[in-house]
């Protein structure tokens, strides 16, 4: 399939014309073709009126449909072959092992939010049946499901050219749910944006389904994302980026005649809570197994463990020393842009000039273009909690190790956090009694909690939480992977004594969709 560097609006093939956009390598830092000039408010208008006009239509029609629909764009990803690999490869510098795992996982997201449909669960039916001769009062007769919420704003991420993009978790739990998707694309991977948009744009006509259920656009945040959130005919947004993209979405979305929620996942660091037990028995395998998850991917996940907190006694000098030999023999990797790249040195060079914090090692050298070059630096529990710098999020294989001398020190850390996708405590039997009094602080701090294990590695599955409190993502009820992501883009109604005849098929007694339904407060 030939890329031509054209927005996608409905079943049209569009192209813009304000500033272009390149995508590069930043392996080389080649410019690639073709160029894809930006779109504007009219290309926004055409989108988001070919999405409201879609709306009913789309979620109205049958389970079995929007099932199918989901499957038929796994199955076209899949038919793009090797170009889409290629193309990704091309414009973000990661391995074609890692691309090829990303497309299986994007495939897999697709399929199980069919499954979600299918089973129908998400619709969370219920019926309180009249009680027409209840004293003092009669009961009506009670319904309730959720519905979609409207055409959705997907955001693509940087760091996940097909898992977090275009049919990435935000645009088929949103399509899932019975909403229009438009996708304002990632410039760092437009080439790549393109074809998955023309594989869905082919699933859309293959399932006869309204036009407007999907459009692509790119464009500069002002032109195309700002004017996309603050589209009247736009219900609710998806975003993946950083913390500033995301406070300035929301911040539009806020401030519209109808406000509108805004799904961001923006900033974590992640931390790891080393207990002294587990500390003094397993010094070296959890610090040659922390080495191993920061350097993945050359950091660039929204779970990479950029904190470690640490008791200093038995087991410090030798996890120290072992962090340090792993480190340093880190070769560099390539980050996925030039300004990925940029942000991360001016990070790390913060943390080098802060007189609070040592560098304990870093990865060797390379002379080519973006390379991240592992970093980790020391630090102890007064400076860090004195010190609100020493919280930020530095994107990629960067990581400070804070130093307590008490166990109210490991509480005190775990208080002044932030918000976060994750925690983690590495631990043994013998660290029971002081995990239990730190559990409490990071279930209020964190989305996912882990135990013994470390937090890259993200499952798509149903028990699968990727969100937190502030400023982990924007709304800490909510989760961006897993089934549950679908509950972002729905809303509950209620229908009081409505006719038979015109009650929704999820709630009807004789339940045609065989979905879970609590009946009179009985599951069935």
């Known amino acids: 399939m030939q890329i031509l560097g054209h927005m996608l609006i409905g079943q049209q093939s569009i192209q813009g014309h304000k500033k272009a956009i390149h995508a590069l390598n930043p392996v080389t830092n080649e410019c690639l073709d073709p160029a894809f000039l930006g779109g504007d408010q009219q290309h926004v208008d055409q989108a988001a009126a070919l999405a409201w006009q879609a709306f009913d239509a789309y979620r109205a029609v049958s389970v079995e449909q929007r099932a199918a629909f989901l499957e038929c764009i796994a199955d076209e990803i899949l038919a793009l072959g090797d170009a889409l690999v290629e193309r990704?490869?091309?414009?973000?510098?990661?391995?074609k092992a890692r691309i090829e795992g990303e497309r299986g996982r994007t495939m897999g997201q697709l399929r199980m939010f069919a499954s979600v449909v299918r089973m129908g669960k998400?619709?969370?039916?219920?019926?309180?049946?009249?009680?027409?001769?209840?004293?003092?009062?009669?009961?009506?007769?009670?319904?309730?499901?959720?519905?979609?919420?409207?055409?959705v704003a997907v955001f693509g991420a940087s760091n996940f050219p097909l898992a977090f993009s275009v049919a990435g978790g935000d645009t088929a739990s949103a399509l899932a749910a019975g909403c229009p998707v438009i996708v304002k694309a990632h410039s760092a991977h437009p080439g790549t944006s393109e074809l998955v948009g023309r594989a869905i744009q082919t699933a859309i006509k293959k399932c006869a389904l309204p036009e407007g259920v999907f459009s692509l656009l790119f464009g500069a945040g002002a032109d195309v994302g700002g004017a996309l959130v603050a589209h009247p005919c736009i219900k609710a947004v998806g975003f993946t980026g950083s913390r500033s993209g995301g406070m300035a979405l929301m911040n539009i979305a806020a401030n519209r005649p109808e406000p509108i929620p805004v799904y961001a996942e923006m900033s974590s660091i992640n931390p790891v809570f080393v207990m002294p037990s587990k500390l003094a028995q397993q010094a070296e395998s959890i610090a040659s197994g922390f080495v191993a998850s920061l350097a993945m991917g050359a950091?660039?996940?929204?779970?990479?463990?950029?904190?470690?907190?640490?008791?200093?006694?038995?087991?410090?000098?030798?996890?120290?020393?072992?962090?340090?030999?792993?480190?340093?023999?880190?070769?560099?990797?390539?980050m996925l842009t030039p300004g990925i790249y940029q942000a991360y040195c001016d990070g790390v060079n913060a943390l080098a000039m802060n007189d609070k914090v040592t560098l304990l090692a870093k990865a060797k050298t390379s002379s080519a273009p973006n390379q991240c070059q592992t970093h980790v630096f020391v630090t102890d529990a007064p400076a860090f909690l004195n010190d609100k710098s020493l919280e930020n999020e530095v994107f990629g294989s960067n990581s400070l190790i804070i130093k307590c001398q008490t166990i109210e020190e490991y509480r005190a850390v775990a208080e002044h956090?932030?918000?976060?996708?994750?925690?983690?405590?590495?631990?043994?039997?013998e660290d029971v009694d002081a995990v239990a009094i730190l559990l409490p602080i990071l279930e209020r701090k964190a989305g996912r909690l882990l135990c013994n294990g470390y937090p890259t590695g993200v499952e798509v599955c149903h028990s699968?939480?990727?969100?937190?409190?502030?400023?982990?993502?924007?709304d800490s009820r909510s989760t961006s992977v897993g089934s549950a992501a679908i509950d972002r883009f729905v809303r509950p109604v209620c229908y009081q004594d409505f006719p038979a005849a015109l009650l929704p098929v999820s709630v009807q007694d004789n339940n045609p969709l065989t979905i879970p339904q609590l009946v009179d407060g009985v599951l069935c």
């Open 122 to 151: 998400f619709v969370d039916a219920r019926i309180d049946p009249a009680i027409p001769d209840r004293a003092p009062l009669p009961r009506s007769d009670l319904r309730f499901q959720k519905i979609p919420l409207g055409p």
């Open 464 to 474: 699968m939480v990727h969100g937190g409190p502030f400023p982990a993502t924007s």
């Open 88 to 95: 990704a490869m091309a414009e973000s510098g990661l391995p």
């Open 299 to 334: 950091g660039q996940f929204c779970t990479n463990p950029g904190l470690v907190v640490l008791l200093d006694g038995e087991g410090t000098d030798d996890f120290l020393a072992q962090v340090a030999k792993d480190t340093e023999a880190l070769s560099t990797q390539t």
């Open 417 to 429: 956090l932030e918000g976060q996708l994750t925690a983690t405590i590495q631990m043994s039997e």
